[in-house]
Every structure is written in C-alpha cells, then in structure tokens.
C-alpha cells in the first residue's frame, strides 16, 4: 500500500482521535488498583468511548487475516503477557504491572496509545522494566522528523534496553495509522542507523516499544490474541502516535495526565506537546 503522506485536513482528524484516545487512559486510570477485574476496565473504557465520546473502540470485532475477531474494545496485558491480552474476570493484585492498550475511531481516523500501570508494591524489577520502556519510547520519539530513518529510531530503542540487559519483541512493531488501524511502514524497535524509509512531514505512525525482562521469544495463548514471553518473564509497553513536522515531531497521543514527556524532550522545541496544562 506504501506510506500515506496526511493531508492537512486529515492531520486535524487524526489530533482529534489522537487526543480522545489519550483521554480514555485519563478517565480509566482512577479505576487501576488491587481487586478491580480487566474486563471492568474494559466496560469502563467501552462506555466512555462509545457514550461519552461518540467513538468507535477499533479492538472490538477487528478481525485481520488469519484471526478471530477481537471480543472486547480494549488490550489488557498483564506481567507476562507482551500485548492483545483479553479483558476477562480476573483482578488485578498488588504487584502486578499492566498495559492498557487503547484505539479509537473518531469521524474515520485512529488514535492508538498505550500506558503501564503499576499496582502499589511490584518490584523493583518490575518498575525499572516499566520505566526503561518508557524512556526508550521517548528516546525513539525525539529520532522523528524529515530527514531521519526508521533505523534511527529502531536502533537508540534497541541499544537502550540491550544496555539495561532487557531484550526487544521482534514479531511485533510500531505502525502507520489514519483511516486504517494499521498501515504501512512496520515500525522496528530495533535496527541500524541510516537504514530504512526516510521520513517525511506528513507521515502518521505509532512507536510502542514491547520489552522484556528476560529473553525476547515469545509465544501465543490458545485464546488466538494474547502473546506472552515464552520464559514467563515480565514483559513492558509504551505507545504514543506521532505526526512527522516540518522540523520534529508532533506527540498526538499525549494528554493531559499522560506521563510527562522527560525534561529533556520538554525542553526540545522540535517536540510538540500538545493537550497539556503544563507544557504549551
Ligand atoms: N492497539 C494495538 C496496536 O498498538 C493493536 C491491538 S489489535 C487488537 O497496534 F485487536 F488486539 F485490539
Ligand atoms: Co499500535
Ligand atoms: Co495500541
């Protein structure tokens, strides 16, 4: 299909889904603790995109070849799972970590980001796996603008966490996103500097990070979706989808209690934050 350069009216569809889909993170995330199930996140998340946004959650019933429809609206993955984990009855405990994985269709286009969460008392481990993700989310992110590949980013993400001895999911990438879920190019977490598409203003894609705390093999559940390290390690997500600018990069997914980006991106004017209170 090739990459799909947005127009500027497509750009202002895709803030605005972007957006949305950043703020059912917001609205869900009181509700994360001990003792609340995933598919009561999902309920939550469901009726707030759907009555109180007027959007479509994309997961529900996507269905790509070789898959079984998705049954629920949101991807809930906990501790070992890597990503597209189900939301079904069981509760969240203390010390668990889990990623929320939220898509939404507004007037057409998609907005797709992703949080961890935290549940009081997990480990250190737990937290610096959480964290270095993170970090590497944003390293990615601040490689984005005309001119650079899709090398670069794989590759500062990669060196990161193989630094922090934690490894990289292969089978699975970031993604262009507009009228379609998932679009041309794939998005590696990994690779080599100056190799790949280049990039140019007006491309739309996800950058989402799965790292794992111990080897990078993964396997799938019987139930068709969930995907989780084939060692039992713990496995991490970030994702934000970003807008290539005229010198940088436009974060689309941030919202207003969507982590603040690190104080060096802040400070880094070819970064937009847009949505939030604190940064103009
Ligand atoms: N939101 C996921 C992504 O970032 C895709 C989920 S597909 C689903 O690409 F069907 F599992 F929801
Ligand atoms: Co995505
Ligand atoms: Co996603």
């Known amino acids: 299909m090739g990459i799909v350069i947005k127009t500027p009216e497509e750009i202002e569809k895709m803030r605005i889904a972007c957006r949305l889909a950043g703020e059912v993170l917001d609205h869900v995330e009181p509700y994360i603790k001990a003792g609340v199930s995933t598919g009561e996140l999902d309920r939550i998340c469901h009726d707030y995109i759907v009555n109180v946004q007027g959007c479509i959650p994309a997961p529900l019933n996507y269905a790509p070849q070789g898959y079984t429809p998705y049954p629920k609206s949101i991807c809930t993955s906990i501790n070992h799972q890597i990503c597209h984990g189900i939301p079904g009855d069981k509760a969240l405990k203390k010390g668990d970590i889990v990623n929320l994985d939220i898509t939404v269709i507004k007037d057409g286009f998609h907005g797709d980001t992703s949080r961890m969460y935290v549940i009081g008392g997990a480990s250190i481990q737990a937290k610096r796996l959480c964290q270095i993700t993170w970090e590497c989310l944003w390293l990615g992110i601040a490689q984005v603008r005309p ?4 090398g670069d980013i794989g590759h500062v993400i990669q060196k990161y966490a193989e630094e922090a001895g934690f490894s990289i999911v292969r089978e699975f990438c970031g993604h262009g996103i507009g009228r379609d879920f998932h679009e041309d ?85 070819n970064i937009v934050l847009p949505n939030h209170p604190s940064i103009g």
């Open 147 to 150: 001119g650079a590949t899709f």
């Open 185 to 269: 190019p794939q998005v590696m977490h990994y690779g080599t500097p100056g190799t790949g598409e280049v990039l140019q203003e007006g491309m739309i894609f996800t950058i989402e990070p799965m790292i794992n705390a111990g080897k990078a093999a993964i396997s799938g559940l019987p139930d068709g979706w969930t995907i989780v390290t084939k060692d039992r390690s713990l496995s991490a997500q970030w994702e934000h989808t970003l807008l290539v600018t005229a010198d940088g990069v436009e974060v689309l997914t941030y919202s207003g209690k969507a982590p603040r980006a690190p104080d060096w991106a802040v400070k880094q004017s």
